[in-house]
Nanobody
Framework: QVQLIESGGGLVQPGGSLRLSCSNS????????VGWFRQAPAKDREFVGA????????YYADSVKGRFTVSRDYAKNAVDLQMNSLKPAATAVYYC??????????????????WGQGTPVTVSS
């Protein structure tokens, strides 16, 4: 069973950093991929990044490549999203999701079975 819990959202100034974490209630993600998505008001849910727990392979949206990093935390059985050089356009509710997508669908929300409750991120001065 997968029960996702996100943490780490909040208010940050433009150019600042924030780290989000997604855990499976302390259980390992095993053969799942964990994706991070975000949804701003009146916009569609957007892919941010993803990681395959089994081999650590990562995938990123072009808009965040080089600034955001998805990583595994074995000690916490969590997948973290490190966000640097944040811009106001990054303001959204951030969700983590777990599933078993193939490479061609790893950026698609419908490829994921389980979703967390979301954590809000606001980038503003």
């Amino acid at each position: 069973q997968v029960q996702l819990i996100e943490s780490g959202g909040g208010l940050v100034q433009p150019g600042g950093s924030l780290r989000l974490s997604c855990s499976n209630s302390g259980r390992t993600f095993s053969d799942y991929a964990v994706g991070w998505f975000r949804q701003a008001p009146a916009k569609d849910r957007e892919f941010v990044g993803a990681l395959r727990w089994s081999n650590g392979a990562t995938y990123y949206a072009d808009s965040v490549k080089g600034r955001f990093t998805v990583s595994r935390d074995y000690a916490k059985n969590a997948v973290d999203l490190q966000m640097n050089s944040l811009k106001p356009a990054a303001t959204a509710v951030y969700y983590c999701a777990a599933g078993r997508p193939i490479v061609s669908t790893i950026r698609q929300p419908q490829a994921y079975y389980y979703w967390g409750q979301g954590t809000p991120v606001t980038v503003s001065s």
